[in-house]
């Protein structure tokens, strides 16, 4: 835990009440209202499984089958399936039918954007 100046551990709470009027009005203001912040916190949930953030990557650089990314990731085709409902269900993916064949790809270029940010932030760049 860092210390303060006098050696003390500092849990980063304030060490005096004191609220700033105008900055908690323009905090409160500028909040995404219930049903969008809902909505991308089930996004996250989503997103929060490791084999669905390797889906996610591997479809921001290739379209691919479900066959594709079950063999990719070492799975049977019915867990991939089971992982790209979940993520159709988030828009967060897409697929379009050749024939018998259905290939994925991500469902609009933030997604690939979201991957990209939180990777870089993961990785300290």
Sequence with gaps: MPRTAKGKADNGACEVVC???DRVRAARN???QEETVNALAEAFRTLSDP???RIIAALSKHNL???DLANMLGL???AVSHQLRLLRGQRLVTYRKEGKIAYYTLDDEH???LL???LRHVRGE
């Design 51 to 53: 084999t669905r953030i």
């Design 116 to 118: 990209d940010e939180g």
């Design 30 to 32: 500028s909040l995404p």
């Design 111 to 113: 997604i690939g954007n």
């Design 65 to 67: 089958c479900v066959c």
């Design 76 to 78: 049977t085709g019915s």
């Design 19 to 21: 609220v700033h009027p």
